[in-house]
């Protein structure tokens, strides 16, 4: 049987690791939903792709050209995978307690979302939540195992 010294020894080594769990968490969460936009996001010009930045302590407030302009999708790779690796490189970066965005500011992001295009149904940002959300319900059953 636990001691009420045991459970105290258990409570310290859990307040000390709380910051570093919640901020590993916090970007693993960031990667799945930044990822998850990214790959989905419908593409022509690689514009609304490329805007899928990951950003600290305060969401992006500009938008930016195509990584890699083209037309009619022809450049969605390589766009792609230089958008993740960016948005990866920013989320490595977030310390505990800083705030970490994942945002697009295109004026046309919403239209998007809201099913303008043929190539991805409407709510991609919504199921890209929903998938964060997974990600943090799988972490908190890994803790509570713990």
């Not at 970007?27 to 996001?41: C, F, N, P, S, W």
């Amino acid at each position: 049987m636990a001691s009420l010294l045991d459970l105290a020894k258990r409570c310290e080594r859990w307040r000390k690791r709380i910051p570093e769990e919640a901020n590993r968490i916090k970007k693993e969460v960031a990667q799945e939903v930044a990822t998850d936009l990214i790959v989905v996001t419908p593409v022509d010009e690689s514009t609304a792709l490329s805007n899928w930045q990951a950003a600290n302590n305060e969401p992006t407030d500009f938008p930016l050209p195509a990584i890699y302009p083209g037309e009619r999708g022809s450049t969605e790779s390589a766009s792609t995978a230089e958008a993740i690796a960016h948005a990866e490189r920013v989320i490595k970066e977030t310390a505990p307690g800083e705030p970490l965005y994942v945002s697009n500011v295109l004026d046309y992001i919403v239209p998007l979302n809201d099913g303008t295009s043929s190539q991805e149904p409407a709510g991609f940002v919504e199921r890209a939540i929903l998938l964060g959300r997974i990600k943090v319900r799988e972490a908190r059953v890994k803790l509570n195992g713990d």
